[in-house]
């Protein structure tokens, strides 16, 4: 004190000590029974987790504080009371945090959900970077809309599944700029255009429900039955679509990229290789009797595009894969291939007879080419894509004369 002025610290401090000593002095006329407090310790431990530690010293404290008298007593069961009062509030302390960290995470999730479009974002620019050998706005752009837009290369053909543009436009840019560099030109263009030679197929393509899709199964295998979702084309001529694409690239993304035809040739002569290769890679192998029922459902098409002379059959390609796809889909309605050829008239399935049956590859000097064709002239009439087998077919032999010629090549 100063000139009559009183220090409030002092006074604070002067106060609790008060209270302090009042409230053990009360103790001594307080004195709780000893079940009753143990019960409110026992309910607590049942509530709140993560005191037992605190609760049991409290309650051994106040269980041998009560045995006691006077002053001791007094001070212990006081302190039993203010431990237990302390380990209520440690224990709520340290749930609130948990409480608080759950909240913080919730938050979070809440936060990334409603920006979900901008880290998904975000993502796929790093992964479309991490893509290109390059740096390249350009090639950043096709990237993160080729991983945005997984549709397949094709309906029926080469990389028909689920994100198959994105893996055969890589491809296709990686051997484009591979034949453009030992052509001297520039390889980042053409790796550009290799990434853009199908972008018309995100216009063409669309995922659509349908009840009863049968499941993705082998030959030999009974597909299940179930409902899901498959691609369809909306039959937009692909060059057409191709250029759509392009103006919207234009137009929506500034990207105006001017790509002269002899890029354009090579990125072709690129898309043709690695397309033969998908199909080689991922074509079926199928049973031999495929081979006998296809030849047995021809034999009415003898001497028409089917011929048997000097132990060896002839069959024109296209019937065989017609047929033999008619089979296959009959057999397995979930198979990805077509009747019908391919725009350069090759059927899906032609990749998989030169791999599943016994092509005779040579024939007097003349070599298949790499499909196992040939072409022959009988009795003057020239036939193009033609398999040979040699194999004991219960046939008449014909009376033509048949000669055989490598693919393109006139005796």
Request: glycine content about 6%; proline content about 4%.
């Given at each position: 004190m100063k000139d009559g002025q009183v220090n409030p610290f002092m006074a604070g401090f002067f106060a609790i000590v008060v209270l302090l000593l009042l409230a053990i002095g009360l103790s001594f006329?307080?004195?709780?029974?000893?079940?009753?407090?143990?019960?409110?310790?026992?309910?607590?431990?049942?509530?709140?987790?993560?005191?037992?530690?605190?609760?049991?010293?409290?309650?051994?404290?106040?269980?041998?504080?009560?045995?006691?008298?006077?002053?001791?007593?007094?001070?212990?069961?006081?302190?039993?009371?203010?431990?237990?009062?302390?380990?209520i509030a440690w224990v709520i302390f340290v749930k609130l945090w948990v409480f608080a960290f759950i909240g913080l995470l919730l938050l979070l999730g809440i936060f990334l959900y409603r920006n979900r479009e901008y880290f998904?974002?975000?993502?796929?620019?790093?992964?479309?970077?991490?893509?290109?050998?390059?740096?390249?706005?350009?090639?950043?752009?096709?990237?993160?809309?080729?991983?945005?837009?997984?549709?397949?290369?094709?309906?029926?053909?080469?990389?028909?599944?689920?994100?198959?543009?994105?893996?055969?436009?890589?491809?296709?840019?990686?051997?484009?700029?591979r034949l453009c560099k030992a052509r001297k030109l520039n390889t980042k263009l053409c790796f550009i255009a290799g990434l853009l030679h199908d972008m018309g197929k995100l216009l063409n393509y669309r995922k659509v429900k349908e009840s009863g899709v049968p499941a993705p199964s082998p030959v030999g295998y009974k597909p299940v039955k179930r409902q899901g979702e498959v691609y369809k084309t909306l039959g937009i001529n692909q060059e057409v679509a191709n250029k759509l694409a392009l103006h919207k690239l234009k137009k929506e993304y500034g990207l105006n990229i001017n790509i002269p035809k002899e890029v354009w040739d090579v990125v072709e002569l690129a898309d043709s290789k690695i397309t033969s290769k998908e199909l080689m890679e991922k074509s079926l192998v199928l049973k031999e009797e495929y081979l006998w029922e296809v030849l047995s459902e021809l034999t009415p098409e003898i001497e028409k595009s089917l011929f048997k002379k000097r132990g060896y059959v002839f069959v024109l390609a296209q019937r065989f894969n017609e047929v033999l796809s008619e089979i296959l889909l009959r057999d397995e309605p979930s198979l990805s291939i077509s009747t019908k050829p391919d725009k350069k008239g090759v059927h899906l399935v032609a990749y998989s007879v030169l791999k599943s049956f016994p092509l005779v590859k040579e024939y007097e000097g003349k070599k298949a080419d790499r499909l196992g064709l040939f072409d022959i002239t009988v009795d003057g009439k020239k036939y193009?894509?033609?398999?040979?087998?040699?194999?004991?077919?219960?046939?008449?032999?014909?009376?033509?004369?048949?000669q055989v010629h490598e693919r393109g090549v006139s005796d």
């Open positions: 006329f307080s004195k709780e029974e000893p079940e009753k407090f143990i019960s409110h310790v026992n309910m607590a431990q049942k509530v709140l987790w993560g005191g037992d530690n605190i609760f049991e010293y409290a309650k051994n404290m106040y269980l041998s504080s009560w045995q006691k008298e006077g002053l001791s007593s007094a001070l212990g069961l006081f302190l039993a009371r203010k431990i237990f009062l302390l380990g998904e974002d975000l993502y796929i620019k790093h992964k479309a970077r991490r893509l290109l050998p390059f740096e390249s706005k350009e090639g950043e752009t096709i990237l993160s809309i080729l991983l945005k837009n997984p549709v397949p290369a094709s309906i029926f053909h080469h990389e028909n599944t689920e994100g198959g543009l994105l893996r055969h436009s890589l491809a296709v840019a990686w051997e484009s700029a193009q894509a033609v398999y040979i087998f040699k194999i004991d077919l219960d046939l008449p032999e014909t009376q033509k004369e048949i």
